[in-house]
């Protein structure tokens, strides 16, 4: 059983690593494609999560693995903290940079920023539904069942959502928008990109496992995409130069650092429960041993 979900998972890996280069030849091929949002981009965006259900469907497996029921029971706070982890972190981070002065503020307009990222969040939300189902809920689920610990897991995440990013970073995205996050080559970006997606990995994986669903790490990942992309691409902050790598709401050491603690924070609270609902189940059990003895007592003292 182990072989075969290795097989499966080297299957969905390899098409994963393989699906932007795909895309990038075909945009080669094709001509007159729109920079940053190309066919090749396409089928780079849906062809992990095409290469999961497929293989779901030919092994028989179950897709409730998947996540895809909301899970609303319990779970309201979570999606709660899908909407505001994004934001207040953000706030934190440019509060942070203004008292420092590694931020520029004055070109920033609360007004005209909340209806240009509200405008953003219906086409990044769908978008994201096809990452977060192929990150978390097939990933994620599947690396699991094959009892990683949580650092092997986490870095397995990172590294396959990385690497899918490789083609984006050093071809689909114009380069104009990564001079605009932070100036250096697409090459050196690509390693700054891979800290945060580690970073990142904790927070979108423990809110999966706390939650069982992937729709929280959507509205997340939707948040994220419409909020401190549009932030800082857009121009409606400027970064001190020499100072990207320190404060940047998407690539900052610092931002990194609290989206780690934010996860694991997460991480807490779940194991936290885990031990809570572990002591429950062994008093059940206690009780349920001790009912069984007396029954027995009884019965001796009857018959």
Request: positive net charge.
């Amino acid at each position: 059983m182990k072989k075969k979900a290795l097989c499966h998972m080297g299957i969905f890996i390899f098409m994963v690593l393989i699906s932007g280069w795909i895309g990038v030849l075909l945009d080669s091929v094709l001509v007159s494609q729109p920079e940053g949002d190309s066919l090749g981009m396409g089928i780079w965006l849906v062809l992990p999560l095409l290469t999961a259900l497929l293989i779901i469907l030919f092994s028989k497996a179950s897709r409730r693995d998947l996540g895809l029921k909301p899970n609303f029971k319990g779970n309201i706070k979570w999606y709660l903290a899908a909407v505001l982890i994004f934001p207040v972190v953000t706030a934190l981070v440019l509060l942070i940079g203004a008292a420092t002065g590694w931020i520029d503020l004055s070109a920033f307009y609360l007004k005209s920023f909340i209806l240009a990222c509200c405008s953003t969040l219906l086409i990044n939300f769908i978008i994201d539904i096809f990452e977060e189902t192929a990150w978390r809920g097939y990933l994620t689920s599947q690396l699991v069942k094959l009892n990683l610990s949580d650092l092997k897991l986490y870095l397995v995440v990172a590294c396959v959502w990385g690497l899918w990013h490789l083609p984006y970073y050093l071809v689909f995205l114009p380069e104009a928008d990564i001079r605009a996050v932070m100036p250096v080559s697409r090459a050196v970006y690509v390693l700054v990109a891979f800290t945060t997606f580690l970073s990142w990995t904790i927070m979108f994986t423990e809110l999966f496992l706390v939650t069982k669903s992937v729709w929280p790490c959507v509205i997340l990942h939707t948040v994220e995409d419409s909020l401190i992309n549009l932030l800082v691409i857009s121009g409606y902050i400027s970064i001190a130069a020499g100072k990207e790598i320190l404060i940047s709401p998407i690539n900052g050491v610092i931002t990194s650092i609290l989206y780690v603690a934010v996860g694991l924070g997460i991480r807490a609270y779940r194991r936290k429960a885990i031990n809570t609902d572990f002591t429950l189940i062994s008093s059940l059990i206690q009780s349920m041993n001790l009912r069984q003895l007396r029954y027995r007592g009884l019965r001796r003292k009857v018959y």
